[in-house]
């Protein structure tokens, strides 16, 4: 109850004195999330690759050198072996063909299965054509991109087009550098990835759209405040909403992570790092981006504006 009255209470951090430090860390982030991108590239799931995808369960641990060596026989462009659960008696089998078709696929499988045998039980089997896994990889693109467009204009609609600018630029951000840390850590980048982004777009424009309420609040409310002060006060007064926010998602999501196997792997540590990235930008990418403008003018046209409309 005393930790729930701490974080509930009003706070008065100065959070704009440290902004050009940040200014330096983001750059500095978004710098080494397209280097990861570029050198290390992404795991690509079958989602997007194409191939083979197999999840077996045996009733002893599984030797994985020994099937890694029964399936060399096999012509595979591609094979990786993974250990998963903690009694070491499943295993994914992710294996490329080397025709790289659908057809050499399918045949992949039925071999897979003819050299293992019935002693496993066969959990999870996806096939995924080149084709398929090249189209759907363009449809997660597009989808992202529409998703920040029609966020864009939606707040060029609700507030102005300064605070659009720099609602577009803080989902850029948090974008980056998420899609960066899954290529440096080396996740697995599927359609549920995508739909994990596309959640943490959500999440970090709500909190932005929530600050940016109260900073055109707060315009109107003290007139001769310093703009600095303004932001600051602003950023405060929602403060104790963003941390219980930001908190009651971790609680859901970080059991995910640890307890809800790699199939949700990459989806539970994008929404961990997106909430980590996105209060982060929310403070010091898209609040911090206002003051390059005078905001007082801008509310004061709009004020002129809407009271001529009237008249």
Wanted: proline share 1%; hydrophobic share 45%.
């Amino acid at each position: 109850m005393t930790m729930l009255k701490w974080i509930t209470k009003d706070t008065n951090i100065n959070f704009m004195k440290g902004r050009f430090v940040t200014y330096a860390l983001s750059a500095t982030l978004i710098i080494l999330a397209c280097l990861s991108m570029y050198f290390k590239g992404f795991n690509f799931g079958i989602d997007f690759s194409g191939g083979v995808l197999m999840e077996i369960k045996s009733e002893r641990p599984i030797n994985v050198e020994e099937i890694r060596s029964k399936l060399s026989v096999l012509k595979l462009d591609e094979l990786n072996l993974q250990t998963i659960g903690e009694n070491g008696d499943e295993l994914m089998i992710r294996a490329q063909a080397e025709n790289a078709n659908e057809e050499a696929s399918r045949k992949a499988v039925v071999d897979i299965k003819q050299i293992l045998g019935n002693s496993y039980e066969y959990r999870r089997v996806e096939n995924v054509g080149p084709q398929v896994g090249d189209e759907l990889k363009t449809a997660g693109i597009v989808a992202s991109c529409l998703a920040m467009l029609a966020i864009a204009i939606y707040i060029w609609i609700r507030f102005e087009w300064q605070f659009a600018l720099g609602a577009l630029i803080g989902l850029f951000h948090d974008i980056i550098i998420t899609v960066g840390l899954l290529s440096f850590f080396h996740f697995d980048f599927s359609l549920t990835t995508v739909a994990a982004i596309l959640t943490l777009v959500g999440y970090s424009i709500n909190d932005t759209v929530v600050t940016y309420d109260r900073i055109r609040e707060n315009l109107k409310k003290y007139r001769k405040m310093p703009q600095l002060d303004l932001l600051n006060k602003s950023i405060n007064d929602i403060f104790s909403r963003t941390i219980l926010t930001g908190i009651t998602t971790l609680v859901a999501v970080t059991p995910l992570y640890f307890w809800g196997g790699d199939a949700l792997k990459s989806f539970s540590f994008t929404i961990l790092a997106g909430l980590i990235v996105g209060t982060y930008s929310s403070i010091y990418v898209c609040t911090a981006f206002l003051n390059l403008f005078d905001l007082r003018a801008v509310e004061h046209r709009d004020d002129n504006n809407y009271f001529g409309s009237i008249g």
